[in-house]
């Protein structure tokens, strides 16, 4: 199965072509802002890269949020159009689950924390234990997200993931840390190998932090 991986919730843009497990091309560049001017141009140019072709993708899958608003919205909507234009099922996959694959344990009984760094004292976390979520995502304060990690940990050793697991090493000095400014492309793709397609979803767990001007408000 030849499947198109795509991120642009956080602060990276990744594209990857993936054939079962093994990657054809991917690329993946650091970028507050500019996504939407980015992530085409680098699809276009990975699956060339991949020398595949568009017509050869059997499925297009997209992290789906937590994350910023604008960026999960611009790949939502590239990955749709995208699966229109193919006639190609699209997968979504969650944000936090995606980060949960970089830590080294991921997958092999290990426990891991994705989180991310949600502005305004909150989080984004989440739990996984053996590939299988241990809790839904949520939106939590530091102190929160603490306890619920004490409570699943319950002692053993475990991994933070993500733009968040900085604001928590306080609070688990001894767990093992990976920064990242996202998702990899290639982890969406495996994932997305092993789930049936349906509609792609943005997942919010917060309104947005830009509001309307008074002005614009209904009387």
Same mark, same amino acid.
């Given at each position: 199965?030849?499947?198109? /991986?795509?991120?642009?919730?956080?602060?990276?843009?990744?594209?990857?072509?993936?054939?079962?497990?093994?990657?054809?091309a991917?690329?993946?560049?650091?970028?507050? !802002?500019?996504?939407?001017? *980015?992530?085409?141009?680098?699809?276009?140019?990975?699956?060339?890269?991949?020398?595949? /072709?568009?017509?050869?993708?059997? !499925?297009?899958?997209?992290?789906?949020?937590?994350g910023?608003?604008?960026?999960l *919205?611009?790949?939502?909507?590239?990955a749709?159009g995208?699966?229109?234009?193919?006639?190609?099922?699209?997968?979504?996959?969650?944000?936090?689950?995606?980060?949960?694959?970089?830590?080294?344990?991921?997958?092999?009984?290990?426990?891991?924390?994705?989180a991310?760094?949600? !502005?305004?004292?909150?989080?984004?976390?989440?739990?996984?234990?053996?590939? !299988?979520?241990?809790?839904?995502?949520?939106?939590?304060?530091?102190?929160v997200?603490?306890? *619920?990690?004490?409570?699943?940990?319950?002692?053993?050793?475990?991994?933070?993931?993500?733009?968040?697991?900085?604001?928590?090493?306080?609070f688990?000095?001894?767990?093992?840390v990976?920064?990242?400014?996202?998702?990899?492309? *290639?982890?969406?793709?495996r994932?997305?190998?092993?789930?049936?397609?349906?509609?792609?979803?943005?997942?919010?767990?917060?309104?947005?932090?830009?509001?309307l001007?008074?002005?614009?408000?209904?009387?």
């Open positions: 199965m030849i499947v198109l /991986g795509l991120d642009t919730c956080l602060n990276a843009c990744s594209v990857a072509v993936l054939d079962g497990e093994r990657v054809l991917s690329a993946r560049e650091v970028m507050a !802002r500019g996504h939407q001017e *980015r992530l085409a141009p680098m699809a276009r140019d990975v699956v060339a890269e991949a020398g595949v /072709g568009f017509d050869a993708l059997d !499925r297009i899958a997209t992290t789906v949020g937590p910023s608003f604008t960026g *919205r611009v790949g939502v909507a590239f749709k995208l699966a229109l234009a193919l006639d190609r099922p699209s997968v979504g996959i969650g944000t936090l689950e995606a980060l949960a694959q970089q830590a080294p344990s991921a997958g092999k009984g290990g426990l891991v924390f994705p991310i760094d949600a !502005r305004r004292g909150q989080l984004y976390l989440q739990a996984f234990e053996d590939g !299988r979520a241990l809790m839904a995502p949520d939106a939590v304060t530091a102190e997200a603490a306890a *619920r990690i004490a409570e699943l940990s319950q002692g053993r050793p475990f991994t933070l993931v993500g733009s968040g697991a900085p604001l928590l090493s306080d688990a000095p001894s767990a093992a990976i920064e990242t400014e996202g998702a990899d492309a *290639r982890d969406v793709a994932l997305a190998q092993a789930r049936a397609p349906g509609p792609l979803k943005p997942l919010y767990l917060r309104a947005p932090d830009a509001k001007p008074a002005s614009a408000l209904p009387a």
